[in-house]
């Protein structure tokens, strides 16, 4: 079982920049290598991917639409009580990419990292506003 606790969201303007963090903890000493990523879900739209990567120095992936402005990152805070962190820090934001953030974790083998119904585990989500 894993938890996830998002923050940093908030509002900004076209073009500014914000850091969503997310802490993933495990209960039990189960130090292991799993997928995290980050989607988000407009009002009336389906949830959609953003980014996603492995811990312990997985590749990145990213959704067209924030290739080159978004960037995702992980970090291990605890070996011992199995904590990780996901970062996603999204520069040149626009409008379009208001919407209510989330993170997930434990991609089950199998599963594509671009398919939110794959994923295990859920964040209660931050929101993100851009305005013109």
């Known amino acids: 079982q894993v938890q996830l606790v998002e923050s940093g969201g908030g509002s900004v303007q076209a073009g500014g920049s914000l850091r969503l963090s997310c802490t993933a903890s495990?209960?039990?000493?189960?130090?292991?290598?799993?997928?995290m990523g980050w989607f988000r879900q407009a009002p009336g739209k389906e949830r959609e991917a953003v980014a996603a990567?492995?811990?312990?120095?997985?590749?990145?992936?990213?959704?067209?639409?924030v290739q080159g402005r978004f960037s995702i990152s992980q970090d291990t805070i605890s070996q011992d009580n199995a904590k990780k962190m996901v970062f996603l820090q999204m520069n040149s934001l626009k409008p379009e990419d208001t919407a209510m953030y989330y993170c997930?974790?434990?991609?089950?083998?199998?599963?594509?990292?671009?398919?939110?119904?794959?994923?295990?585990?859920w964040g209660q989500g931050t929101q993100v506003t851009v305005s013109s």
């Open positions: 990567m492995y811990t312990e120095g997985g590749t990145p992936y990213y959704a067209d639409s």
């Open positions: 997930a974790a434990e991609l089950p083998l199998g599963g594509t990292w671009d398919r939110w119904r794959d994923f295990l585990y």
């Open positions: 495990e209960s039990g000493y189960t130090y292991r290598r799993y997928c």
